[in-house]
């Protein structure tokens, strides 16, 4: 309500509209008495002032104080005797919480400030509120969808908020996803306290009744108590839980442009036809079928015998975990292809490591004898030269060719050494090993493959699936609209004729009354006789005889008179009109006479209308109103025989596409079932080759290294120095 300059109440007032306190608002300095709000800086819109946000019987505003918190501001736009009173009871109801005992922060501060605004001379209630940064819930499963144990959080989150209000005896009234934000923290924030019940408020009647596709079809205003909530509860509830356990039925049930989850009002009222609910019902997670019964058997029940939300037993089933491999790590069909700790030649006593740090051992007589050989042979072409013995044309060849035979048999005498045949021998096993794990390290990239491919293929087969069912959503609502307008055209058609039987009834009835007058009427003219008319002061014998003459001997044989100009003096002819139609010229009977008849079978007839019946006989009543009950009977017996052939095909239609729905469900349990196990198999699969693949990254590793050291310590220049020098 308004209040005076002095804070008074100023009843009857009419509440700002949104443009005039957009106006006020344009001056905080001015129109606020609160601190904060007097010296506040209110959010603009780029060209129209102070930026509103406008409601059905409020504008908000966001305004903030020079701390830097920001507030929101509530204007009313529309008086309410209990306005005061609500919020000052929610405002202390909630400030009694003790943050330790809630599950999250969801409360939101408020205060009622009874000089709120001052709009064009009067101050206006305002209620002040911290401003929540959050999004709605709508937003946050869209961008959250598929993140299903993020969803889970968010269910457990809002049961442990229901369970908050439910334990200090307090219901929001219009828990809904527009009023229920997710903070940064993906904690809950409730928004929105307008029709809020709190324990001081006990008796009173509830001033909304929530969002159409949140709220039971049997609530009133008479809800209004700490239980109001609990259908909203269920339905929130098992929508959140229905997406974390299976994300397709977001695709498959939530219009991007609709209010609402998964469950609208029309699956409220409707349950039978409800593809949402088949769907739920019939999941192929037990859990949730338990969770959907559970909720589903709510719809027509009261508030007050709504049980609280409960989560036991709701979690979704949890996927099959990998399928472990063989004690040791490996699967036995790899033994003896796997390197065992300890048998590889890395890891053994004479492995690549102890070769390297020893190298040739001490030398043999074949190693010296290979020396000298080298050596002399190396020289002899040079000496043979010198000594004439050999040409020197052919000195080159010789030298090449001892130099060859040096290498060649320095070369044979290296490899013989049992060192280097031993490390030899070990880089053979390891490239033997290396090839042997080869066939499975590319086993294991075309499972990886398959995996992607069988995943791919499982996403779109889900996809088609889903918009399937969309498909089936659209054909269903289309179709019953179709046969809803035609049905409302032939019953509307139906009711009009129906509605207007009373009227043509009581017309009928007042035309057979017309009837019977009219009789009556005529019944006393024929038994005046015209000779009654010689008491007319200028109506003669004469006269009298002329009429009977002309066939006019009662007042019933003629009806009127019917004046004709005549051709001198200016007198007008007239003429008697005949009961049946004709007219005739009596004799003697001029204009002054005509109307002096006339006027008295007028007078004859109004004393006769007096003494007519003034209903009809009951006979005749009887027989009208049984012709009318007939048609009445007719009409109606039409409109239930549409509306049968109407409700039939509803019921064709529902069964026609629940049986495809159906169908549909369980082509995508049994896509999904047997998707599950080909993926378990080559997850299997996979996890064996897992140490095939990490063991043949090993050895190649191992085999470049070996292969290193063995050209370091048992190559032909390395051996030289050995033969030179001895180690």
């Not at 949104?18 to 819109?45: I, M, R």
Request: aromatic residues 6%.
């Amino acid at each position: 309500m308004a209040v005076s300059r002095t804070g008074g109440p100023a009843a009857g007032r009419k509440f700002p509209t949104g443009a005039n306190y957009v106006e006020a608002l344009q001056n905080p300095t001015l129109c606020f008495e609160d601190p904060d709000l007097k010296h506040g800086t209110v959010q603009q819109s780029p060209v129209l002032g102070p930026k509103a946000i406008s409601g059905n019987f409020a504008s908000v505003f966001s305004i903030t104080a020079p701390g830097g918190q920001r507030y929101a501001l509530k204007c009313f736009t529309r008086d309410s005797s209990t306005l005061e009173a609500r919020y000052q009871a929610i405002s202390k109801a909630l400030a009694d919480l003790t943050p330790s005992g809630l599950s999250q922060p969801w409360p939101v501060g408020i205060e009622y400030l009874p000089r709120g605004v001052l709009v064009t001379g009067e101050w206006y209630p305002a209620l002040k509120m911290a401003w929540v940064e959050g999004i709605s819930l709508i937003t946050w499963v869209e961008r959250n969808v598929r993140d299903t144990a993020a969803v889970l959080r968010t269910a457990e989150r809002f049961a442990a908020l229901v369970a908050d209000l439910e334990r200090v005896g307090v219901a929001h009234g219009d828990l809904q996803h527009g009023n229920l934000l997710v903070a940064a923290d993906s904690t809950l924030r409730l928004v929105d306290y307008d029709g809020m019940y709190v324990p001081a408020l006990k008796g009173q009647g509830a001033t909304e009744n929530g969002h159409r596709n949140y709220q039971s079809p049997t609530r009133t205003s008479a809800d209004f108590g700490p239980a109001m909530d609990r259908f909203s509860a269920w339905i929130i509830y098992l929508s959140l839980v229905a997406i974390a356990t299976d994300p397709t039925v977001w695709d498959q049930l939530h219009d991007n442009d609709g209010e609402f989850l998964l469950l609208k009002e029309d699956d409220f009222k409707e349950p039978r036809s409800s593809l949402a609910w088949s769907l739920l019902l019939t999941h192929s997670d037990p859990a949730l079928r338990a969770l959907a019964t559970q909720a589903h058997g709510h719809l027509t029940a009261a508030a007050q015998a709504i049980p609280p939300l409960t989560t036991a037993g709701a979690t979704p089933t949890p996927r099959p975990a990998p399928v472990a491999t063989q004690p040791g790590g490996a699967p036995s069909w790899l033994a003896g292809h796997i390197p065992q700790p300890g048998n590889t030649p890395a890891a053994s006593g004479a492995g690549t490591g102890t070769a390297a740090r020893t190298g040739f051992a001490r030398r043999r007589p074949a190693d010296i004898i290979a020396g000298v050989f080298a050596l002399t042979g190396s020289a002899a072409p040079a000496t043979l030269t010198a000594t004439s013995m050999l040409p020197s044309g052919y000195m080159a060849a010789a030298q090449l060719g001892a130099l060859l035979l040096s290498g060649g048999a320095l070369h044979a005498t290296r490899r013989s050494r049992p060192e280097a045949q031993a490390s030899k021998a070990r880089l053979l096993v390891l490239q033997q090993q290396v090839t042997a794990l080869a066939d499975s390290v590319a086993a294991a990239q075309k499972i990886r493959q398959e995996i992607e491919a069988l995943n791919a293929a499982s996403t779109s087969r889900d996809t088609q699936i889903s918009q399937q069912i969309k498909s089936l959503q659209t054909e269903l609502r289309d179709e019953q609209s179709r046969i809803t307008v035609k049905l409302n055209k032939e019953t509307g058609d139906l009711r009009t004729k129906l509605s207007g039987l009373t009227a043509k009834e009581q017309k009928q009835l007042n035309a057979a009354l017309a009837s019977v007058v009219r009789t009556h009427i005529q019944d006393q003219l024929r038994r005046t006789s015209i000779q009654d008319a010689k008491k007319l002061s200028n109506m003669g014998s004469g006269t009298v005889t002329n009429l009977i003459a002309a066939g006019i001997r009662t007042a019933a044989d003629f009806t009127g008179v019917r004046y004709v100009q005549g051709s001198r003096y200016g007198n007008r002819d007239a003429y008697l009109i005949r009961s049946n139609g004709h007219q005739v010229k009596v004799p003697g009977v001029g204009e002054v006479r005509a109307a002096a008849l006339e006027s008295w079978r007028a007078s004859l007839e109004q004393r006769a209308r007096k003494s007519a019946p003034t209903s009809v006989g009951v006979q005749e009543r009887a027989a009208i109103r049984q012709q009318f009950a007939a048609r009445k009977k007719k009409y109606e017996a039409e409109i239930t025989q549409a509306e049968n052939a109407a409700r039939h095909k509803r019921d064709q239609l529902q069964q026609r596409v629940t049986t495809r729905l159906q169908q549909a469900n369980i082509e995508k349990q049994q896509h999904q079932a047997a998707t599950q196990q080909q993926r378990a198999v080559l997850l299997q699969r996979q996890a064996q080759l897992a140490d095939a693949t990490n063991a043949h990254g090993l050895l190649v590793t191992q085999l470049t290294t070996a292969g290193a050291e063995h050209r370091r310590t048992f190559g032909l220049l390395r051996y030289l120095r050995f033969v030179a020098a001895g180690r």
